[in-house]
């Protein structure tokens, strides 16, 4: 996405934004060969690994908006998987299929998700 950041950031610089920005890659200094004028930005390397992920968000949060009081992330880790497992447990009920419930969890879209978990808050 090094086209759409750079997009971004520009309006940020011309609009003199408070915006923040979460940049994640796989591994440590992937960005570098495509992105090199980001250098010495908090770059956050997730590893492919979901937890780690979850570390991620958190020390981001934490750092960049100065959340406090959050939940360990090895917690908001296992509420994802525990939530995901629930939204798995009711398509299989919807569809009657283990593999079309999986196919819909594979597949669904952000904004998809988005409305499934506000359903359910």
Request: include cysteine; charge should be negative.
């Amino acid at each position: 996405m090094p086209f759409e950041l750079g997009i971004d950031w520009g309006i940020k610089e011309v609009l003199k934004s408070e915006k923040q920005f979460l940049i994640l890659e796989a591994e440590k200094y992937d960005y570098m060969k495509a992105l090199s004028d980001i250098n010495g930005l908090d770059v956050k390397v997730h590893e492919n690994n979901i937890e780690t992920l979850f570390e991620c968000l958190y020390e981001w949060l934490s750092e960049t908006l100065k959340i406090r009081k959050q939940d360990p992330p090895l917690k908001l880790y296992y509420d994802f998987i525990d939530y995901n497992a629930s939204l798995f447990e009711e398509k299989l009920l919807e569809f009657k299929s283990k593999k079309i419930a999986i196919n819909y969890i594979e597949k669904i879209s952000i904004p998809e998700y988005i409305a499934e978990v506000k359903e359910r808050i």
